[in-house]
């Protein structure tokens, strides 16, 4: 079973009540909501907000929402939060439910042009074994690669993540950095993250760590932890609407 879930919350310093925003007839919420639901591996799709206007929104458009506490200080532990009781009514959902386990995906909720068939990709590796899982695409281009927006990740032979940064790694030694991305293969973080479910639940207890306060990436936490993180390539990139001015810039990629 793998559910998938949106957290949406109204408030954002660069762009207030984005989720609401309007593109081409339909709000962001809607359109990354309506793309969630043709991914063929999800069972459930479920918007989790802070904000009764998101809530009333959703369930206007026939879709499932769930208020959660507008004090979460992550995607992630809202999706906790939002993750539905055990279909038994017996045990906790957050229990591996026979071989396969019980999965969450964490879908952005700022990602209209999400493809479905991305969280398929995702959700495809999700055997039970897996812990967290994530996707990456390989980095060709010099100004990405040294974007400290991005997350570059290193992983190992099983494709479990070694570390993320917002710095280039590895370092390449004797080789100009500007061609770095010419004489080793680079990739950094895009798309969602898929949580075994009892995983999901033991992680929001987990403390900051010093990694995680270093860079401000929350992944470092679970890795710093002892997790493991499984990435998978994709081909799909990564389109966020952090501002109003990525609408216009975005939708001329989507189209």
Not at 9 to 31: C, H, N, V, W
Not at 246 to 253: A, H, P, T
């Amino acid at each position: 079973m793998i559910i998938g879930i949106i957290p949406a919350r109204y408030a954002s310093s660069r762009f207030p009540g984005k989720p609401l925003i309007d593109i081409e007839g339909k709000t962001m919420i809607q359109r990354v909501y309506e793309q969630a639901m043709q991914a063929k591996c999800l069972s459930q799709v479920i918007v989790a907000t802070d904000d009764a206007r998101i809530l009333e929104h959703v369930q206007g458009f026939g879709g499932q929402a769930v208020m959660t506490n507008p004090n979460h200080p992550s995607g992630t532990d809202r999706c906790w939060e939002a993750t539905p009781p055990a279909p038994d009514g017996g045990a906790a959902f957050n229990s591996p439910i026979g071989g396969g386990g019980a999965y969450i995906i964490n879908i952005q909720g700022d990602e209209p042009f999400l493809a479905p068939e991305q969280i398929d990709e995702l959700g495809a590796i999700l055997d039970g074994s897996v812990e967290i899982a994530s996707q990456m695409i390989p980095v060709s281009d010099y100004d990405v690669l040294f974007d400290e927006g991005e997350a570059k990740v290193i992983v190992n032979e099983q494709f479990e993540a070694i570390y993320f940064s917002r710095q280039v790694i590895p370092f390449l030694k004797g080789i100009d950095p500007k061609d770095w991305h010419k004489h080793h293969t680079y990739y950094r973080q895009v798309g969602m993250y898929a949580y075994r479910a009892d995983v999901l639940e033991q992680i929001t207890k987990l403390p900051v760590s010093p990694l995680e306060r270093a860079e401000s990436l929350e992944q470092l936490r679970w890795l710093q932890h002892g997790y493991k993180i499984k990435m998978t390539l994709t081909a799909y990139e990564s389109h966020c609407i952090d501002t109003p001015e990525d609408l216009e810039k975005i939708g001329r990629v989507a189209r």
